[in-house]
């Protein structure tokens, strides 16, 4: 992996960020992208300039999803501040060669698990590859990373928690610093996310969306009126970027 600060730009001269969701096939990563981009797109959409899904006639990811976002505009050039582009990795075991390609030259990570005791071997399977790929990265700060951990909307008796995390990434052979992670989990359930986000789309369209949603100064979503569950889905992909923009303006100051 690249030096976080060191960003890419694109054909206009703007700086891109590159996040990346991983997890194994069927945990949520199309699902929790989709509604973050719904989320943006209702919000300003102007600010999304991409959404491509490839996937196969099953509705699986293919290849990998894609959007692309912007950050601010400047008042000078008229062009963002930042793009941040955010990648899902297809799930299924078959696919490790793509994932690997996805995956390179990401400066922040969503590692998305799924809750359902199930999936416990997948999950685990995803981890330790995970390892294999950028281990030392996680462990040294190199690549910031947001543990998800999904489906939470399960019965208890259905689900691990998130103190059963911090068993599944020992099995897996993570490290120290990535294991103690679990106590900052975000729990999530993109299934009632987008139950909730379809109640917000029906109210928009019958109350109008600034009243209730929106400042009215900025046009952005007023966080506290929009219910956790699709808060929960916006938190990692926002935490994580800011995280990498503080690292990248450190890291600069202090060549």
């Given at each position: 992996m690249k030096e976080t600060y060191e960003l890419p730009v694109d054909h206009e001269g703007v700086n891109i960020v590159k996040i990346c969701f991983w997890?194994?096939?069927?945990?949520?990563?199309?699902?929790?992208l989709s509604i973050y981009k719904t989320l943006k797109t209702l919000e300003n959409p102007e600010s999304v300039y991409q959404w491509l899904k490839l996937e196969d006639p099953s509705g699986r990811t293919l290849f990998f999803d894609q959007a692309v976002f912007s950050l601010g505009r400047s008042e000078k050039t008229g062009l963002p501040y930042l793009k941040y582009h955010v990648y899902t990795v297809p799930g299924q075991i078959r696919h490790k060669g793509q994932r690997k390609v996805v995956l390179e030259g990401s400066h922040g990570l969503i590692i998305l698990l799924d809750s359902s005791l199930s999936q416990w071997n997948f999950n685990l399977q995803a981890l330790?590859?995970?390892n294999e790929l950028v281990g030392p990265e996680l462990a040294n700060g190199t690549l910031p990373f947001k543990l998800v951990l999904n489906k939470m909307d399960l019965p208890p008796s259905e689900r691990i928690s998130a103190i059963d995390v911090g068993?599944?990434?020992?099995?897996?052979?993570?490290?120290e610093k990535l294991r103690d992670a679990y106590a900052n989990i975000i729990?999530?359930?993109c299934l009632k996310a987008t139950n909730d986000l379809k109640r917000i789309l029906i109210q928009i369209k019958k109350e109008g969306l600034r009243d209730k949603y929106k400042d009215p100064k900025t046009g952005r979503?007023?966080?506290?009126?929009?219910?956790?569950?699709?808060?929960?889905i916006m938190q990692p992909v926002e935490e994580l970027l800011r995280e990498v923009i503080v690292i990248v303006l450190r890291k600069n100051r202090d060549r």
């Open positions: 997890g194994a096939s069927l945990s949520g990563k199309t699902t929790a330790e590859e995970l068993e599944l990434l020992v099995e897996a052979g993570l490290s729990e999530t359930s979503w007023i966080r506290s009126v929009l219910p956790v569950s699709v808060q929960r």
